[in-house]
T-cell receptor, first 118, second 112 residues
Framework: GAVVSQHPSWVICKSGTSVKIECRSL??????MFWYRQFPKQSLMLMAT?????????EQGVEKDKFLINHASLTLSTLTVTSAHPEDSSFYIC??????????????FGPGTRLTVL | RKEVEQDPGPFNVPEGATVAFNCTYS??????FFWYRQDCRKEPKLLMS???SGNEDGRFTAQLNRASQYISLLIRDSKLSDSATYLC?????????????FGKGTKLSVKP
């Protein structure tokens, strides 16, 4: 079956540093990538949608200059949290849609990255 | 009003019990409906899609009422391993595109 990996699985950093999270498709080619985040006791919220080779589309309230998304290949997408602050501490999860899937709702989630900013 | 609202939890039930979760969604244009389960500090995993005709997968039965914008999940003969948070999920898209809109989830704890 499809497998999506994320790295790192958890990270602790100081305020002001940048953190890069990688999301990698291991078994298939992903044309579309969704990045979600989940604050404690809250629902997963979509941050942005990216399609391979084009700019990401950000949801309202998500700063595109702060959360940089690069989807340069069909197997790798990265989310960089620039100048992270404590309020950015969250669980970040990517999901990928298999190229050629009949429905984009066939999404495969990565295991998530837990970010803690001190 | 939140886009997807679920029963407040937690649900604490004994093994073997039947438990039902409810969910309502606000956008009548929603096209696709799902139940996911999420274990603590893990990613969500698809439990089942939900269709207007209702569908069953073993001990799990899901129902969709488009007129009422209501989705349900019934778990029969609960197992300890069913303990998790159950997420009601909708999408505005079917077919060729769509991000998922998640409810906050309802926590289920099955006890021996």
């Amino acid at each position: 079956g499809a497998v999506v990996s994320q790295h790192p699985s958890w990270v602790i950093c100081k305020s002001g540093t940048s953190v890069k999270i990688e999301c990698r498709s291991l078994d298939f080619q992903a044309t579309t990538m969704f990045w979600y985040r989940q604050f404690p006791k809250q629902s997963l919220m979509l941050m942005a949608t990216s399609n391979e080779g084009s700019k990401a589309t950000y949801e309202q309230g998500v700063e595109k200059d702060k959360f940089l998304i690069n989807h340069a290949s069909l197997t790798l997408s990265t989310l960089t949290v620039t100048s992270a602050h404590p309020e950015d501490s969250s669980f970040y999860i990517c999901s990928e849609v298999q190229a050629g899937a009949v429905s984009y709702n066939e999404q495969f989630f990565g295991p998530g990255t837990r970010l803690t900013v001190l | 009003r939140k886009e997807v609202e679920q029963d407040p939890g937690p649900f604490n039930v004994p093994e073997g019990a039947t438990v039902a979760f409810n969910c309502t969604y606000s956008n009548s244009a929603s096209q696709s409906f799902f139940w996911y389960r999420q274990d603590c500090r893990k990613e969500p995993k698809l439990l089942m899609s939900v269709y207007s005709s209702g569908n069953e997968d073993g001990r799990f039965t899901a129902q969709l009422n488009r007129a009422s914008q209501y989705i349900s999940l019934l778990i029969r003969d609960s197992k300890l391993s069913d303990s998790a948070t159950y997420l009601c999920v909708v999408s505005l898209y079917g077919g060729s595109q769509g991000n998922l809109i998640f409810g906050k989830g309802t926590k289920l704890s099955v006890k021996p």
